[in-house]
């Protein structure tokens, strides 16, 4: 959401900015239906004054006496022009913030220029990517030759992008997102949060997920919204608020199922487990001031590779470009993973700083020592990472071509019950009932 008083201002600062992104110029509309409503409400503002000076009139000519019937029917003029000019006024209102809810953040200034992933700049590169002599199976082969992954009965039951899981691979899906809690809430300083996975319209639009990528996510029969990420949950913690305590960063950390229709992805990685309509995810979000928020970016960032880091993991850091940031981001680190069954880097966690965009959407304030007027927060949300894709890393990276199996990351040890590999199963996924 953006400050209409900043944008009379400045008009042509946003549609600067805004024309990074690849849009056409905003604020001729934008401040179209502002005049109007402003001019709406003079209007009304002016009658009611008349109102308020014609009806002492009317009381002080009754009291001598006198013939008010030509005042009475000006008051009932202005009553009925009143009414008329707040039902345009609200018309207009809604059609003005209808407007700046569909229109993305400003970008910042560090944002690189570009058209589309391919104008992405690398900031730094960890590791070296795994490139061996045989070609490594991508993780459905892996997974399958397992006997653990299973897409067929999952599509009996649900449909398509739907994966069931079993026996040693569901473990190590489980063991992934204990091993990034436990580091988030140990060594990274974030609070470990249980939010709720149904949300109410207020909160998808807090952070920006309605109204303009309603299509995109999945609504229960009651209103209900399922969260396509636990951002939502976590960033509307501090909706409504004006923050006193001044113990800022707050950080939250959440492990939590993820739905996403996909509906903008029709067509794209249709094979296995890259982009599924439920996954699990760990979420990091912070909430901050201002002057802390790029130095927050940076840390959470380092969070997320340090996940990637201990799990032995190569990947490489990317600044997201002005054709390719998200809708509600001002500033985006991409990291992304190298998959040797692909033989590329594909995305696996997205560190965004928002700025007060979410802020203002959810009204969400605080109020600096010695200050006495409350300034909007910074919200900063990043993947901690996305289980299923690490478990996809780690399928590829730690698979062993002599006998199918995939070995266990030292870190994912303590969680894995004493398995340090997964071996395949005998008699495969038709086996699931007595694999256990």
């Given amino acids: 959401m953006h400050d209409i008083n900043a944008i009379r201002k400045d008009p042509a ?63 009932a003029g202005l009553k009925d022009r009143t009414a008329e000019l707040e039902q345009k006024e609200a018309a207009l209102s809604e059609s003005l913030n209808a407007l700046l809810s569909a229109l993305p953040n400003m970008l910042d200034d560090a944002t690189p220029d570009g058209k589309d992933e391919h104008d992405n700049k690398e900031v730094r590169k960890i590791g070296t990517p795994k490139n061996p002599a045989t070609p490594t199976p991508d993780h459905v082969a892996i997974g399958e030759g397992l006997g653990m992954m299973d897409f067929d009965t999952a599509a009996k039951m649900s449909g398509s992008r739907f994966v069931l899981m079993h026996s040693g691979l569901a473990r190590m899906e489980r063991a992934l997102a204990q091993f990034m ?8 300083g974030y609070t470990e949060v249980s939010p709720p996975l149904m949300v109410r319209d207020q909160t998808m639009y807090g952070t920006g997920q309605l109204p303009k990528f309603a299509e995109d996510q999945f609504k229960t029969t009651r209103g209900d919204w399922l969260i396509p990420t636990a951002e939502v ?11 006193e305590d001044h113990a800022f960063p707050r950080r939250y950390t959440a492990f939590t199922p993820c739905f996403r229709q996909e509906a903008g992805a029709a067509g794209k990685d249709t094979r296995g ?65 190298w998959l040797p069954g692909q033989q590329k880097y594909r995305e696996i966690s ?30 900063l949300n990043g993947s901690g990472v996305a289980v299923g894709r690490a478990l996809i890393a780690v399928l590829e990276n730690y698979y062993d071509p002599a006998d199918g199996g995939v070995f266990v990351p030292d870190v994912l ?16 996924a038709e ?6």
């Fill in 431 to 436: 086996r699931l009932t007595a694999a256990g």
């Fill in 181 to 188: 809690l436990d580091l988030h809430t140990t060594e990274h």
């Fill in 13 to 75: 600062a946003f549609d600067k900015n805004w024309a990074r992104r690849g849009l056409a110029a905003q604020t001729p509309a934008i401040l179209k239906l502002d005049e109007e409503r402003r001019a709406a409400q003079t209007e009304m503002q002016t009658l009611l004054q008349r109102r308020n000076e014609a009806s002492k009139e009317i009381g002080a000519l009754k009291a001598k006496g006198g013939d008010a019937a030509a005042l009475m029917a000006e008051v």
């Fill in 350 to 379: 997205s560190c965004s700083n928002c700025g007060d965009f979410q802020a203002r959407r959810m009204k969400a304030r605080f109020r600096a020592p010695g200050e006495k007027d409350t300034r909007f927060v910074h919200t």
């Fill in 413 to 428: 040890l303590p969680y894995m019950g004493g398995m340090k590999k997964i071996l395949p199963l005998k008699g495969g």
């Fill in 233 to 243: 949950p976590l960033t509307n913690i501090v909706a409504d608020m004006i923050i």
């Fill in 273 to 337: 487990m890259i982009r599924q309509h439920q996954f699990y995810k760990v979420e990091m979000v912070s909430i901050t001031t201002p002057e802390q928020s790029e130095e927050e970016h940076q840390r959470m960032t380092a969070c997320a590779e340090n996940v990637l880091k201990k799990l032995g993991l190569s990947f490489r850091t990317m600044a997201l470009c002005s054709g390719d940031i998200g809708f509600g981001s001002r500033k985006t680190y991409d990291l992304e993973v």
